[in-house]
């Protein structure tokens, strides 16, 4: 499905506020944090297999077993209950609590790992859910950049290339639900909605294009890359893709150019790994 704005909640703003406090005690999983430059990626889980809330990894569950609502997800009544309102349950394989803060996401494909998983049982649909964000906040696909507001529901293509990014401390919580493929024409969601859509308009963020002074000033990265801030520039250089457009592929490609110009061909080796392994295939 393609990512899209399928309609909005109202919150409660002082019961979200009750579970965010309840929420703020738990155990947060840093799974897939290699896929961040900057602060963690922070997640818990509030339905899974055996509602065993487990570590996070979506690869080390027990796709055989009929998920559940966690210990977690029981102590949150009000967020819970905006989950259990609005969706088929029979179809939902988890729900996390999401939180990053100051923080990019390397641009990858998800669902590549779970091949291995039985197609009925697997991923392979995924709504965001904002709860608490800033104007800070961002996605990124295709070369737009675009913001969702809290209480929005979004489809999320997760299984095309995108990227977040949450540029400020002031945490970003989402919740993230994940789905079994479709058997028949029944809704996801228990309210009307047509999957015809597309990212809104008003949603994408008017960049400015990149401009020749920036292009050079990270191209001139390239002497200084090394092994030991690879990390460091690819933060620089998705927060500038946030920022100004650089067109289609903007991050992977300036990553490339930098490291291939640089001293160190054990970076260039490294950052083409990377793009295998976060874009192209990732076995279990
Ligand atoms: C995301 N994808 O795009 C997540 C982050 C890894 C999987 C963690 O928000
Ligand atoms: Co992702």
Same mark, same amino acid.
């Given at each position: 499905?393609?990512?899209?704005?399928?309609?909005?909640?109202?919150? +409660?703003?002082?019961?979200?506020?009750?579970?965010?406090e309840?929420?703020?005690?738990?155990?947060y999983?840093?799974?897939?944090?290699? %896929?961040?430059?900057?602060?963690?990626?922070k997640?818990?889980?509030l339905?899974?297999?055996?509602?065993d /809330?487990? +570590?996070?990894?979506v690869?080390?569950y027990?796709?055989?077993?009929? !998920?559940?609502?966690?210990?977690?997800?029981?102590?949150?009544? %009000?967020?819970?209950g905006?989950?259990? +309102?609005? =969706?088929?349950?029979?179809?939902?394989?988890?729900?996390?609590?999401?939180?990053? /803060?100051?923080?990019?996401?390397? !641009?990858?494909?998800d669902?590549? #790992?779970?091949?291995?998983?039985p197609?009925?049982?697997?991923n392979?649909?995924?709504?965001?859910?904002?709860? =608490?964000?800033n104007?800070?906040?961002f996605?990124?696909a295709?070369?737009?950049v675009?913001?969702?507001?809290?209480? #929005?529901?979004?489809?999320?293509?997760?299984a095309?290339?995108?990227?977040?990014?949450?540029?400020s401390s002031? $945490?970003?919580v989402h919740?993230?639900?994940?789905?079994?493929?479709? #058997? /028949?024409?029944e809704p996801?969601?228990k309210?009307p909605?047509?999957?015809?859509? /597309?990212? $809104?308009?008003?949603?994408?963020e008017k960049?400015?294009?990149?401009?020749?002074q920036?292009?050079?000033?990270?191209?001139?990265?390239? !002497?200084?890359?090394?092994m +030991?801030?690879?990390?460091?520039?690819?933060?620089i =250089?998705i927060?500038?893709?946030?920022?100004?457009?650089?067109?289609d592929?903007?991050?992977?490609?300036?990553?490339?150019?930098?490291a291939?110009?640089?001293?160190?061909?054990?970076?260039?080796?490294r950052?083409d790994?990377?793009?295998?392994y976060?874009?192209?295939?990732?076995?279990?």
């Amino acid at each position: 499905m393609r990512t899209q704005h399928i309609g909005t909640l109202e919150l +409660d703003r002082s019961r979200l506020a009750e579970d965010l406090e309840i929420s703020a005690g738990f155990h947060y999983s840093e799974a897939y944090s290699d %896929y961040l430059c900057g602060g963690p990626w922070k997640s818990c889980m509030l339905w899974a297999a055996s509602g065993d /809330s487990g +570590d996070g990894m979506v690869t080390n569950y027990d796709y055989g077993k009929a !998920p559940d609502i966690t210990d977690y997800g029981k102590q949150l009544p %009000y967020i819970w209950g905006l989950v259990a +309102d609005l =969706v088929d349950l029979r179809r939902l394989n988890f729900a996390r609590l999401a939180v990053i /803060s100051d923080s990019v996401i390397i !641009p990858h494909r998800d669902l590549l #790992e779970l091949k291995g998983i039985p197609s009925d049982s697997r991923n392979a649909h995924r709504m965001h859910i904002p709860l =608490v964000t800033n104007d800070q906040c961002f996605f990124s696909a295709d070369n737009k950049v675009y913001r969702m507001a809290e209480g #929005e529901v979004w489809f999320f293509d997760a299984a095309q290339v995108h990227s977040a990014a949450s540029l400020s401390s002031t $945490p970003r919580v989402h919740l993230m639900l994940d789905f079994t493929d479709l #058997e /028949s024409d029944e809704p996801l969601v228990k309210f009307p909605y047509s999957t015809a859509g /597309s990212i $809104p308009d008003d949603r994408v963020e008017k960049r400015p294009p990149m401009s020749e002074q920036d292009r050079a000033a990270l191209l001139n990265l390239a !002497p200084l890359i090394t092994m +030991d801030n690879y990390r460091d520039v690819f933060s620089i =250089v998705i927060k500038k893709h946030f920022r100004a457009d650089g067109g289609d592929d903007f991050v992977w490609r300036t990553m490339r150019e930098i490291a291939q110009t640089g001293r160190d061909t054990a970076v260039a080796a490294r950052i083409d790994e990377m793009q295998r392994y976060f874009t192209l295939e990732r076995s279990a």
